[in-house]
């Protein structure tokens, strides 16, 4: 696994401070070379002071706070890494409408946006043509499961696909559909932690829904 984004947080961390105390620096500098060139029949005031000051607090009071959330966004970064290498090995749940042969029969999962009286699922073939059909009858809202007898339809580690069709009266429902597969291997990409699984291949670490 590329380890990069967990060894930059100190050196990220040392250059954001240094920023800030650069900005506060210049800010005094310049307050000096101000008040050293002033008019002197026309000095400046407290209020005027004061002002100059609120300013240089309030510019190291925004760098603290960027460097702050920064420092955040990158130990939230290593804490999801840490936690995606223990998922090698292991089926996660993602958005897909692939399904793979196993021991004669295939699973899957979707969720439903709402209460069905009726869910269709259709499986469909490699060229696309659906190869077998079943009524799964009505059901609640949220993530349901299935499990299709292939039988002599499908030969085994055939990969498929499948399509679920709900309605509530004559209202359409709203389906996502997930696919099981298990993790290969876990790696970054463009700062963005990546999941390299067994059939459906390389997939965001954020898409994963649930973990077996």
Not at 6 to 20: C, E, F, L, P, Y
Not at 21 to 44: C, E, G, H, I, S
Request: proline share 2%; glycine share 8%.
């Amino acid at each position: 696994m590329d380890v990069s984004a967990i060894n930059g947080t100190a050196a990220a961390s040392t250059t954001s401070t240094q920023n800030a105390a650069d900005t506060q620096d210049r800010f005094l500098k310049l307050l000096v070379a101000q008040m050293n060139n002033q008019d002197p029949l026309n000095p400046m005031d407290n209020a005027q002071v004061t002002s100059q000051m609120a300013q240089i607090q309030q510019v190291t009071s925004l760098s603290t706070l960027d460097t702050s959330i920064k420092n955040l966004g990158l130990q939230l970064g290593q804490m999801q890494a840490m936690q995606s290498i223990s998922l090698v090995g292991r089926e996660v749940a993602v958005p897909s409408d692939k399904i793979r042969v196993t021991d004669g029969a295939a699973e899957g999962s979707y969720e439903l946006g709402g209460a069905a009286s009726n869910v269709k699922l259709e499986i469909l073939g490699p060229a696309g043509n659906v190869i077998d059909t079943q009524q799964l009858g009505a059901q609640g809202s949220g993530r349901q499961t299935f499990s299709w007898n292939a039988g002599t339809l499908a030969a085994e580690g055939a990969d498929l696909k499948y399509r679920i069709t709900a309605t509530n009266g004559t209202a359409a429902v709203t389906s996502t559909l997930y696919a099981f597969d298990k993790v290969k291997s876990v790696y970054s990409e463009d700062s963005r932690l990546k999941l390299d699984l067994e059939r459906l291949g390389p997939v965001d670490y954020t898409t994963v829904s649930s973990v077996n």
